[in-house]
T-cell receptor, first 106, second 117 residues
Framework: TQLLEQSPQFLSIQEGENLTVYCNSS?????LQWYRQEPGEGPVLLVT?????EVKKLKRLTFQFGDARKDSSLHITAAQPGDTGLYLC??????FGAGTQVVVTP | GAVVSQHPSRVICKSGTSVKIECRSL??????MFWYRQFPKKSLMLMAT?????????EQGVEKDKFLINHASLTLSTLTVTSAHPEDSSFYIC?????????????FGQGTRLTVV
């Protein structure tokens, strides 16, 4: 089983601040996905990263895949209350990390 | 992205009864669907992989006879929780892969909140 570890587990910030969420593994992945899940809903796919060193941007969200394809990060610039949610990384056989709960307060 | 519909969104059942949850891919064909269980404020735990036309593959520790999975068509997979007990209460989520997307991308249903009383 390829284990994905996410950090931090919980993040509470004020609107306008920046934040970074990490997803790490000792295994190499052909790709990693990032999802956001809101309470009572299924996860929604945000992005897939495939190439080592790849950087993808989705509005205020920046995703990076490590050169060795073992880790990834999600950076949110100028966070807004609408960014609140559980952020999950997934790879391999859709095994998920434990998730990072992000709370952005106005 | 592709759309996956899960039904029902909420169900309350009595202990000892069975509950069926449906997962449909609405605008694509899914040869593979996944069933997850999620506890409050926790991540998704993969229960089983549902393959169209063949038996599901269950993860270690998941009881096959307890959680029956049927994937009879390319657009529908069902999960039946048999003889449900209060400890089966949880949030169950399905996901499906669109064959046109990258192998590991999947789209999720809205989830089903099961409460066994």
């Amino acid at each position: 089983t390829q284990l994905l570890e996410q950090s931090p587990q919980f993040l509470s910030i004020q609107e306008g601040e920046n934040l970074t969420v990490y997803c790490n593994s000792s295994s190499v992945f052909s790709s990693l996905q990032w999802y956001r899940q809101e309470p009572g809903e299924g996860p929604v796919l945000l992005v897939t990263v495939v190439t080592g060193g790849e950087v993808k941007k989705l509005k205020r969200l920046t995703f990076q895949f490590g050169d060795a394809r073992k880790d990834s990060s999600l950076h949110i610039t100028a966070a807004q209350p609408g960014d609140t949610g559980l952020y999950l990384c997934a790879g391999g056989k859709l095994q998920f990390g434990a998730g990072t709960q992000v709370v952005v307060t106005p | 992205g592709a759309v996956v519909s899960q039904h029902p969104s909420r169900v309350i059942c009595k202990s000892g009864t069975s509950v069926k949850i449906e997962c449909r891919s609405l605008d694509f064909q899914a040869t593979t669907m996944f069933w997850y269980r999620q506890f409050p404020k926790k991540s998704l735990m993969l229960m089983a992989t549902s393959n169209e036309g063949s038996k599901a593959t269950y993860e270690q520790g998941v009881e096959k006879d307890k959680f029956l999975i049927n994937h009879a068509s390319l657009t529908l997979s069902t999960l039946t929780v048999t003889s449900a007990h209060p400890e089966d209460s949880s949030f169950y989520i399905c996901s499906a892969r669109d064959m046109g997307y990258r192998d590991t991308e999947a789209f999720f249903g809205q989830g089903t909140r099961l409460t066994v009383v």
